[in-house]
């Protein structure tokens, strides 16, 4: 069973960092992509970056370009995303979600989301 769990959210100040975690199992980590997404009140799910080992990483969001990074531990099969600058436009709930192979912005699985709060 592929399951997904996303930790490391929090109450963080503007200007501040977080690193998410992403911990999968139920797969072979090395297979398939994992990718982070968020969803701010009132708006729809963006992907944020994805991360494979056929791809490397995918961009999918403008907006946190030059602030937050998408890596991967595979001895821990674990995914992370550091992110640094927070603005109040960051909150949001944010997910990671799994696909095998390819990177996708609509991937098969996801795991429950962890809340970000930045304050100003």
């Known amino acids: 069973e592929v399951q997904l769990q996303a930790s490391g959210g929090g109450l963080v100040q503007a200007g501040g960092s977080l690193r998410l975690s992403c911990a999968a199992s139920?797969?072979?980590?090395?297979?398939?992509?994992i990718a982070w997404y968020r969803q701010a009140p009132g708006k729809e799910r963006e992907g944020i970056l994805c991360i494979s080992s056929r791809e490397g990483i995918t961009d999918y969001s403008d907006s946190v370009k030059g602030r937050f990074a998408i890596s991967s531990d595979s001895s821990k099969n674990t995914v992370y995303l550091q992110m640094n600058s927070l603005t109040g436009e960051d909150t949001a709930v944010y997910y990671c979600?799994?696909?095998?192979?390819?990177?996708?912005?609509?991937?098969?699985?996801w795991g429950h989301g962890t809340q970000v709060t930045v304050s100003s």
């Open positions: 979600g799994a696909e095998d192979d390819y990177c996708s912005r609509y991937p098969g699985y």
């Open positions: 139920g797969f072979i980590f090395d297979d398939y992509s």
